[in-house]
T-cell receptor
Framework: GDSVTQMEGPVTLSEEACLTI???????????LFWYVQYPGEGLQLLLK?????DKGSNKGFEATYRKETTSFHLEKGSVQVSDSAVYFC???????????FGAGTRLFVKA | NAGVTQTPKFQVLKTGQSMTLQCAQDMNHEYMSWYRQDPGMGLRLIHYSVGAGITDQGEVPNGYNVSRSTTEDFPLRLLSAAPSQTSVYFCASSYPSGEEQYFGPGTRLTVT
């Protein structure tokens, strides 16, 4: 079945360090791919998305590129801030389908 | 717009008790879902609805009931609480054609 695998956390970084959170997926067809972020005590909110191969989603300094050849959608940021501390979820949704499939989440801690 | 609202924010139940988690949205979204979030397991779909009067089961429906009498509201009922239902519960909504889901702030439930 369709699935999303993302790197286990927690990831601990110092402020201004580079971030990469790996995400790979298994799905038939051409799903849309998402990164959601969950700040402490809140629900998930969409961070960025990409709907077709080679698309790059970006928001708030975060980027991810839809790589069909490696079935990956890694999240990157060049310089993290303390305010980026959160849990990040990779997800996919099939065209015409209802369900969004989420990865297990990766917790990021950024130290000042 | 309040978005997606959930009540209560926290709840403690004893084994065997029943309760209803409330969810409401004011965005006129047709699609609504309930998820549970457990450590290391991401979000798992409990039940969902594609419109008023229409509901269906997700991955982990056992022990939960839902109904959808209006577009705005989608309550989740725990029939006889069990410790295995200790979790954080999120309600989400979206447009039928949309890909992004909008999440409520969650309900943290503990069953003793």
């Amino acid at each position: 079945g369709d699935s999303v695998t993302q790197m286990e956390g927690p990831v601990t970084l110092s402020e201004e360090a580079c971030l990469t959170i790996n995400c790979t997926y298994t799905a038939t067809g051409y799903p849309s791919l998402f990164w959601y972020v969950q700040y402490p005590g809140e629900g998930l909110q969409l961070l960025l998305k990409a709907t077709k191969a080679d698309d790059k989603g970006s928001n708030k300094g975060f980027e991810a590129t839809y790589r069909k050849e490696t079935t990956s959608f890694h999240l990157e940021k060049g310089s993290v801030q303390v305010s980026d501390s959160a849990v990040y979820f990779c997800a996919l949704k099939k065209a015409g389908g209802f369900k969004t499939i989420f990865g297990a989440g990766t917790r990021l801690f950024v130290k000042a | 717009n309040a978005g997606v609202t959930q009540t209560p924010k926290f709840q403690v139940l004893k084994t065997g008790q029943s309760m209803t988690l409330q969810c409401a949205q004011d965005m006129n979204h047709e699609y609504m879902s309930w998820y549970r979030q457990d450590p290391g397991m991401g979000l798992r779909l409990i039940h969902y609805s594609v419109g008023a009067g229409i509901t269906d089961q997700g991955e982990v429906p056992n022990g939960y009931n839902v109904s959808r009498s209006t577009t705005e509201d989608f309550p989740l009922r725990l029939l006889s609480a069990a410790p295995s239902q200790t979790s954080v519960y999120f309600c989400a909504s979206s447009y039928p054609s949309g890909e992004e889901q909008y999440f409520g702030p969650g309900t943290r439930l503990t069953v003793t």
